[in-house]
């Protein structure tokens, strides 16, 4: 199994020491896997930045000015939580690159799977301003670079990161070329994401949301993955999976007050690989989002790794909670309802 590893050391130049989104993420994420011997099996790509029109397929003109603007200024806050500074646009472009690079090496038969490591991540970004820590939208940018260049009529986007990818969902809330799933503590930020949100217009159905209570984990995971998630990609049929993929749903994480461990994030990544298997000649990209617990994080994204390139292999140096799980029977109950699932 081949898997493209998209990466770049310069993303640390986007950097607010005191920041939860900050450069010993990545850092972090590379020592571990060069140090386990993973990264040198990987086939590493180097990002390019996406263009001012590639960014305008998602974002706005006016968005966009006021990203050139930052560079000539000595820092800005967008909001309460995203910082941009002088160098913030140059960084973001690389970020949105890997995800496009890795969206390329699949289609161009490169590699079999991808893992993009990159940041700031961008499933918060909206289409005229960054939030939540986000720039610029980078699987949405992904998923329009798929869709342009290699005419791609199904793209399914799986968001499994804590937080509701409110960017995402917006950008494509009307559009059946896309299947957007999010599995997302709520209530939480972005306090978006209800069950009720399922498209409008044609994309009506094409916007799952699997809106969990706090405490989730292990064992309601696999359920929402076997009653739902299973059945709606299955029905869609995506010819190819961008994963918006982050590690803030662990129980250990800060931002959050989930129960997942990296035991059941594994079982997660597998569930996607065989989605991926099943229905799309194996395409499928992992792009990274959020986690901000350094040892989740980085053996969350080393156990993607070993997952990708076919290993029986499971990193897990913080074990389970003792948290008790709140039922969801009359959540997944609506929620096959709305979307007209068995």
């Known amino acids: 199994m081949t898997t493209a590893y998209v990466t770049d050391t310069r993303y640390a130049e986007h950097n607010l020491p005191g920041h939860a989104e900050y450069a010993g993420r990545l850092l972090a994420i590379h ?23 590639q960014i305008l397929t998602v974002h706005t003109d006016e968005y966009l000015e006021l990203l050139h603007w930052s560079e000539t200024q000595k820092g800005l806050m967008l909001g309460q939580d995203t910082y941009v500074l ?16 890795a969206v390329d090496a699949l289609m161009l038969a490169e590699a079999d799977n991808a893992l993009a490591v990159s940041r700031p991540p961008g499933h918060h970004a909206v289409s005229d ?3 939540g820590f986000c720039l610029l939208a980078n699987v949405s940018l992904a998923a329009m670079h798929a869709r342009d260049k290699y005419n791609l009529q199904r793209i399914m986007i799986m968001d499994i990161d804590v937080h509701h990818g409110n960017g995402t969902q ?4 009307e559009d059946p070329g896309v299947l957007f799933i999010s599995t997302h503590q709520h209530p939480w930020y972005p306090f978006t994401g209800i069950a009720s949100q399922i498209g409008r217009g044609d994309g009506q159905g094409y916007n799952i949301n699997i809106p969990l209570p706090a405490g989730v984990g292990d064992l309601a995971y696999r359920r929402v993955y076997q009653e739902v998630i299973w059945q ?24 959050s007050q989930m129960g997942l461990t990296l035991g059941g994030y594994d079982y997660i990544v597998h569930e996607l690989l065989k989605m991926a298997a099943e229905l799309c000649k194996g395409r499928i990209a992992f792009v990274l989002e959020g986690g901000y617990n350094l040892t989740s994080l980085s053996h969350g994204v080393l156990n993607v790794a070993h997952a990708l390139l076919g290993d029986d292999e499971l990193s897990d140096p913080l074990g389970a909670t003792t948290r008790k799980e709140p039922n969801i029977d009359d959540l997944l109950r609506h929620i096959k309802q709305l979307h007209t699932l068995a």
């Open 31 to 53: 020592e571990l896997l060069d140090q386990r011997g993973v990264s040198e099996r990987m086939v590493r790509l180097k990002p390019e930045s996406v263009s001012d029109q």
């Open 86 to 101: 002088p160098v913030s646009l140059e960084i973001a472009r690389l970020s949105a690159g890997a995800a496009v690079r």
């Open 129 to 131: 301003t960054g939030m």
């Open 170 to 173: 917006d950008i494509f809330y």
């Open 232 to 255: 709606a990609a299955r029905r869609y049929r995506p010819e190819l999976i961008l994963v918006s993929a982050g590690f803030d749903a662990h129980w250990a994480d800060p931002l």
